[in-house]
Structures are given as structure tokens and as C-alpha cells.
């Protein structure tokens, strides 16, 4: 029996266990909105299409699945574009979908024409413009297994309207073969044997882990390294919740905003295992200072991140749990030290802290979102100063639970993150945290929250700025505070006219209260926290600068 | 220094767009970009001079590979390798002078491919050194127009970039 390109998107859409898709209908999709109409997918109308992108990316960094965001040619192609470079620069598996003119209308400036696989061509792991219906269900076998494996990434599928239409034989392909593509997942023996030499002979081993060991779900294999070689551990903001920072050897965050002591750490360690981390500038500051006694030890799927950045002693170029299973099990227990004693004394020192006043502080919202979930639900956030308290005051022990824009740092991800997030993970409280100029970037979401009931909490840290631009400003420019402050709306009243909860806080004995209405309504809740205008995120490295010099905390 | 990369492609629309994107963007400098298909319809080659130290080649090496429709990398700089270009010169060429227009294409072993009624047009092959050498020695008699491909190179002997040896590593 034959089908048309649009069945046979569907179907393949099923073969891989695809079950929401978030998207926007319009003129060249027509016939897919026409084929999923009645089909087991639930399909998510967002209100803007970075929205549906977002929420694909939420999703897929919730559930490890892969994302599927859809919308048509032109404008709806273009919206997409944010929210597929957020997913690029995070390694999130995403499958977007997107309309196009008809083949011979292609190359003609038609109506709603935009060649979005040469807009997205660098930032997106690979793209495909399908022009023969028979090539259709191979394409997208091909991009649902690019986007997942070795290191993930957004593909992109552009489908001409006709080629929706035509119809041919379905036959899902079961395997792919792409003669340029071939992940390395295996570590090289020999240099896993030259890691375990490595840290036999470490005094002082620090473990930094990034974003890959959440993507490898390789969480239990970095707990028994720590543990096998009683490495004090940080992690990138990206690499968040990989160990539990309620561990004794947790030292939490590192970077521009990290802790003193994993950034002294770090400092001061002789031996480096990066773990899934690729060396980015808000990790390492100044680079000739950076890990400037280690030897480095650098495991990553992706070869080209070795030597990126910083030259690596034992490059191991595979897939992070596979290697750190192989590297644990030559391991020997190594013995606490000297070294252990003196990390856990700066943890003891040099705590995050904050200055009570009597104004309500985002930090104390963040712990108290802690005490109240018990670090159980999944933190997604915008970007700014809220995501780095959000980083930095809630303890999180799980994988996944902390999702957030960090190679971009997009603006307006968080609450279709959220959205997406929760429909990955029903069960598990999420929240949102904000800011009052990240949130006005994409709070036309909220109808889509109020539409399908998806009970996501919006927790606005609202001090009437753009404050981590304004805390540069206060920092770097002599406070000049140049279009930093920023009018909002009644967020309140904004809540109530999407048919949300809307709650304002001005008090520290009413933030707890407030959460736990806010957890209790089972309905999307936006509450207006009102803070210290200009409280500032520290520690704080200026940019360049060596990390173990820090300014504030 | 400069190295030499030959690079074995699938044959799909945009892939030219790919690998010049790549180096545009990571801000690696193309000296040369040559591409044609190889005996498989399927697979074409691009032999692309890229100037660069030690690191900056591991990562344009490394970045080029990551594309998917990049099948095959050899640096075949420091191989012993053949390199050829190929150039095409329209050189004015008035009745007084052409023997001695003549006499240049001779030494060089170029060819004469088509005579106007004050041009020649002068078809010359060989590595580098040669193609600039004949241009050289062409200029004084007034260059009008000139096309040169950029440099196409393969390993001498039993050293490969083919399809073939492809095959066998599957």
C-alpha cells in the first residue's frame, strides 16, 4: 500500500517511539497537520515557534529522549533558529521538522521561502532538504540516529510541501549507513591504561565533570571514580546534578561563578580529569593559569574537544560511561590525604553566602525551594543572574534535574523548557526560575501551559533589571547603567489573564507558603518574587581572569 | 606551514557549502579548494591547501570529520605526493612577438589551445612553482585574462585515498 510523504512521516515518527511533538502549523505543513490529526502523537501547540523548539530541548534533556519540534516554511523555519543553536551548543538530541515551498517553487523567493538548511547549516550537528519522497523515511531514520549518538546534537529535516503530498511504498529502514559517520564510542586501551598510571602517582587529583556525563547517563560510573580515587569534584553548569552535591567530596560548581573551593581546587590540583567537559571560557577564565600545575586527563566522545582549548596529557576519545566502566575497573581504592583534608577545609571556609538585611534575597528563595522539594524536582531556568543562584544555592543530587541554557545562554528558555520538561516527566515538580527580563521573552507560553494544563511554577526573581547585565555595569562600567532597568508587567495579573495562578512575595516568611500553594495548585503558577534590586551573584571572576583570583562571596 | 588535505565527500547537494562554511567560520584560512568526483558518482574529493601550525590542522581535521557527509581525511603533506594545477592564459599577442611567445610555451611544455587575431590562449599544467613560473614569464607581453584550478594532489606508490580502501575497512 502506498502512503503520502506525510503518513510516511508519521509512521516513521512512531517507528521511533516518538510520543509529543511540539509545533506550529502553516501553509507547507499542511499535510503533515493533516496526517497527525487523529494519530496516537500528542501533538503540543506552542504560541511562537522558539517555543516549540525550547520545549523539544526541555523534553529531551528531561527524559534523555530525543526532542521533535515542528513548523512550516519561512518565518516559521526562522523562529526555530534560537532555539536549534541552544540545542547545538548543549549537545541536546533534537529532530526539528520544517515545512518548505514545493520543489519547483524552491530557489524562486516564494511566498514564506527561506533556505533554512543553509541558515541552520552551523548550528545544527547535520541537515537534510528531502526532494524525492523515497528518500523521506531513510532521512528521517537517519537524523533520529545523528541526533542521538555519539555526541548529540539538533538535526534538522526540511520537507517541501509536494514531497508531503507524493506518495510511495513505507518501509521504515531498520539500520543506517553513513560512510562519514561513525562515532567513536570504545576508549583506546592504551590510554586508559596511561590514565590509571596517571592517577596512581596523583598527590592531588581534582575530577571536573561537564554536561557529558549527563548525556552519557553515566552518573554512577563518575560516583564510583570519585570514590575508587577520592577526587574532590566539580562540575560545569552543564554537568549539574552528574554527582550529588550533598557528597562530602562535592565541591559544586567551578568557573566564572563556581565556588572558591573548586576553584581553588582546580588551581591547585597536580592531576585533572576532565570528564565530559570541553573547556569552555566561563570554566577555565585565563588559560595559562587554568589547572596550571595538573597533568590532564581528558575524556570526551567528541575528538575534536581534545586539545581544543588546552593541551591534554591522556586524550580518551569515547563515550563517557563506556570509558569510565573500562578505566574503574583498573583502578585501585586510592587513600585520602593531606590533599582531601585541605579541600574540604576551603569548603568549610569559604561556604556561598549572602548578606540577610531584610529584604528578600534570591538566595534564600532558591534554598527555600530546596528545603520544600527536597531536591526533588527538575530546575529548569532562564539566564542571568537567576540561573546562576539557581546553580549555586539548590543542592542537586540527580541528573537531569537542572536544565538550563549554558553555551548560549538563551534568554527566554526557561519556561517552554519547563514545559517541555514536565511533559517528559509528569511526575516530577518543575520550576521555572527566573528573571522578570529573561520571562518576557517567551511568556506567551503561558497560554500554552494554561491550554494543555501542564502545572509548571514560574518563579520570577524580579529586582526591575537586567541584572546580570546591570551587576557588569555596577562592576566593569562604574555603574552606568545603560537600558538595564527594566519596567515589567503586573506578573500577577499577567498570570490571571493567560487563566494562571498568580502570586506576589515581598517576604521571606511568605516564600515557603507561597511554594507550596504554588506545588499544591496542579496548575501552571507564575509567582512574582519581589528582591533586593541590586544583590549580585558571587563569587564572580571577571572575564579573562585567572579563577582562583575571584571578587565578592 | 601549508598542508595538503585530500578529503573524500558524498555527492550531496551542499557539501561544498559545508566544508567552505566550516573553514569561514572557525576561521581557518583556504589557500586552495579543488573538488570533482572521483570514479563513484557518489563520493567526489576535494584536495584543499590549508595554511596552519600543528594545532589548528589537528583541528581542522577534527572539525572536517565531524561533518557527515565528510567520508575520508589524509594529510598527505608529508607524504611523497604528485601536485598538479592547471592554468589557462589569454596573453596579447601581436604577429611581432609570437615566436617568442611561442618559444616561453615550448620550455614550459604548456600548449597553445586557441589563436585570436591578437591573442593567444596558452593551456599550462604542472605543480606550484611552474604555473607561477609561466605566468611570470608570460606578463610582459600583456596578461588578458587568466583561470588557474588550484592544486590537485595524490600519493605516489602504495598510499591511497580512494573509495576502494574504504570498502575494505567496512
Redesign the interface.
Known amino acids: 500500500m502506498k502512503l503520502s510523504g506525510a503518513e510516511i512521516i508519521i509512521k516513521s515518527l512512531q517507528a521511533e517511539g516518538v510520543e509529543a511533538i511540539f509545533g506550529y502549523p502553516g501553509g507547507q505543513v499542511l499535510p503533515i497537520y493533516d496526517a497527525l490529526y487523529g494519530s496516537s502523537l500528542t501533538h503540543y501547540l506552542v504560541r511562537h515557534e522558539q517555543g516549540a523548539a525550547h520545549a523539544a530541548d526541555g523534553y529531551a534533556r528531561a527524559t534523555g529522549k530525543p526532542g521533535v519540534c515542528l513548523a512550516t516554511s519561512g518565518p516559521g523555519a526562522t523562529n526555530l533558529v534560537t532555539g536549534i543553536a541552544t540545542a547545538y551548543m548543549d549537545s541536546v538530541p533534537l529532530v526539528a521538522l520544517t515545512g518548505q515551498v514545493p520543489c519547483d517553487m524552491l530557489g524562486k523567493d516564494s511566498f514564506q521561502e527561506a533556505d533554512i538548511t543553509g541558515i541552520t547549516l552551523p548550528i545544527t550537528k547535520h541537515n537534510f532538504l528531502v526532494k524525492d519522497v523515497n528518500d523521506l523515511a531513510r532521512t528521517i531514520k537517519e537524523a533520529f540516529h545523528i541526533a542521538t549518538t555519539g555526541r548529540p546534537g539538533p538535526v534538522l529535516i526540511d520537507i517541501p510541501k509536494d514531497i508531503c503530498v507524493k506518495q510511495t511504498t513505507f518501509k521504515y529502514p531498520d539500520k543506517v549507513n553513513l560512510k562519514g559517520y561513525k562515532p567513536t564510542m570504545k576508549g583506546n586501551k592504551g590510554q586508559i591504561s596511561n590514565a590509571v598510571k596517571l592517577i596512581g602517582a596523583a598527590k592531588r587529583p581534582v575530577i571536573y565533570a561537564g554536561g557529558g556525563v549527563v548525556v552519557s547517563n553515566a552518573s554512577e560510573e563518575l560516583f564510583r571514580l570519585a570514590e575508587l580515587t577520592v577526587s574532590p569534584v566539580t562540575t560545569t553548569l552543564m554537568g549539574i546534578g552528574a554527582f550529588p552535591e550533598t557528597h562530602p567530596l562535592s565541591v559544586g560548581m567551578l568557573g566564572m561563578h563556581g565556588t572558591k573551593s573548586a576553584n581553588f581546587a582546580v588551581s591547585e590540583c597536580d592531576l585533572l580529569i576532565a570528564v565530559g567537559a570541553r573547556f569552555d571560557d566561563r570554566v577555565t577564565g585565563k588559560l595559562d593559569e587554568f589547572a596550571s600545575e595538573a597533568r590532564i586527563i581528558h575524556i570526551d566522545v567528541d575528538p575534536a574537544e581534545i586539545g581544543k582549548n588546552v593541551r591534554v596529557d591522556v586524550p580518551i576519545v569515547g563515550d563517557v560511561k563506556m570509558v569510565l566502566t573500562e578505566l574503574n575497573g583498573k583502578l585501585e581504592q586510592q587513600q585520602s590525604s593531606e590533599w582531601q583534608e585541605r579541600v574540604a577545609r576551603w569548603k568549610d571556609k569559604y561556604p556561598l553566602c549572602y548578606k540577610e538585611n531584610g529584604v528578600l534575597k534570591p538566595q534564600c528563595i532558591i534554598e527555600e525551594i530546596y528545603n520544600i522539594t527536597k531536591g526533588e524536582a527538575t530546575i529548569v531556568t532562564e539566564v542571568g543572574q537567576n540561573q546562576m543562584w539557581a546553580a549555586q544555592y539548590y543542592k542537586y543530587t540527580k541528573p537531569r534535574t537542572f536544565i538550563s541554557s549554558g553555551g548560549l545562554g538563551t534568554m527566554g528558555y526557561g519556561l517552554p523548557a519547563a514545559i517541555g520538561a514536565k511533559v517528559g516527566r509528569p511526575d516530577s515538580v518543575v520550576i521555572d526560575i527566573a528573571g522578570d527580563g529573561s520571562i518576557q521573552m517567551n511568556i506567551q507560553e503561558m497560554a500554552t501551559a494554561v491550554h494543555y494544563n501542564i502545572p509548571v511554577i514560574i518563579a520570577i526573581l524580579n529586582n526591575s533589571y537586567l541584572g546580570m547585565v546591570r551587576q557588569w555595569q555596577e562592576i566593569f562600567y562604574e555603574r552606568r547603567y545603560s537600558y538595564t532597568d527594566i519596567t515589567g508587567p503586573d506578573f500577577v495579573k499577567l498570570a490571571e489573564a493567560y487563566g494562571a495562578l498568580g502570586m506576589r512575595v515581598t517576604e521571606h516568611k511568605d516564600v515557603r507558603p507561597a511554594l507550596q500553594k504554588a506545588i499544591e495548585a496542579n496548575r501552571p503558577v507564575i509567582i512574582d518574587f519581589v528582591i533586593e534590586r541590586e544583590e549580585n551573584v558571587f563569587p564572580m571572576v571577571p572575564p579573562g581572569g585567572a579563577i582562583h583570583k575571584m571578587l565578592g562571596g | 606551514m601549508r598542508h595538503i588535505l585530500a578529503v573524500l ?2 555527492n550531496n ?2 557539501v561544498l ?2 566544508v567552505a ?1 566550516l573553514f569561514s ?1 572557525r576561521g581557518y584560512n583556504i589557500d586552495s579548494l579543488t573538488v570533482g568526483r572521483t570514479e563513484s558518482a557518489r563520493i567526489s574529493r576535494m584536495t584543499i591547501v590549508v595554511s596552519g601550525d600543528d ?1 589548528v590542522l ?2 581542522v581535521t ?2 572536517l ?8 581525511i589524509n594529510d598527505i603533506t608529508s607524504d611523497q605526493y604528485v601536485d598538479r594545477e592547471l592554468v589557462l592564459i589569454k596573453v596579447g599577442a601581436d604577429p611581432a612577438v609570437r615566436a617568442e611567445i611561442m618559444q616561453i610555451v615550448d620550455i614550459f611544455r604548456a600548449r597553445i589551445v586557441d589563436i585570436g587575431r591578437k591573442t593567444l590562449m596558452i593551456e599550462c599544467t604542472g605543480d606550484e612553482g611552474k604555473i607561477n613560473a609561466v605566468i611570470q614569464s608570460l606578463m610582459p607581453f600583456g596578461i588578458k585574462e587568466l583561470v588557474r584550478t588550484g592544486k590537485v594532489a595524490m600519493q605516489r606508490g602504495h598510499k591511497f585515498t580512494s573509495i576502494n580502501e ?1 570498502r575494505e575497512d567496512d
Open positions: 565527500v558524498e547537494p551542499g557549502t559545508r562554511g567560520r594545532q589537528e583541528q577534527k572539525q570529520h565531524k561533518l557527515v557527509d565528510v567520508i575520508k574504504i
